[in-house]
């Protein structure tokens, strides 16, 4: 089992900056992905930002040049900073952590809000 805790939600202007940071715990699998993915009443679930142990990171297109992740892995935490916010990303973020190598683990932290007001 694998609990993850999440911090950093809020409200910024549009133009400012969130920092979101996720915590895991528990039996991790050696090998993983962890990173942050949000969701909106109107759109299914997306890929924000993603980084494995080896440090290949995946970003979803309109925060290419704006967001960055990263992680530490003695500490199993993974840090999503967001620059030039837009109102559009606007959304419930949720922290995950995904396996690959061997038995396949996926989990999901609570969520957190982020607004971004124009």
């Known amino acids: 089992q694998v609990q993850l805790v999440e911090s950093g939600g809020g409200s910024v202007q549009a133009g400012g900056s969130l920092r979101l940071s996720c915590a895991a715990s528990g039996e991790i699998p050696r090998f993983n992905v962890m990173g942050w993915y949000r969701q909106t009443p109107e759109k299914q679930r997306e890929l924000v930002g993603t980084i494995s142990t080896g440090n290949v990171t995946n970003y979803v297109d309109g925060g290419k040049g704006r967001f960055a992740i990263s992680r530490d892995n003695a500490k199993n935490t993974v840090t999503l900073q967001m620059n030039s916010l837009r109102p559009e990303d606007t959304a419930v973020y949720y922290c995950?952590?995904?396996?690959?190598?061997?038995?396949?683990?996926?989990?999901w932290g609570q969520g957190t809000q982020v607004t971004v007001s124009s």
């Open positions: 995950n952590l995904k396996s690959y190598g061997g038995i396949y683990v996926n989990y």
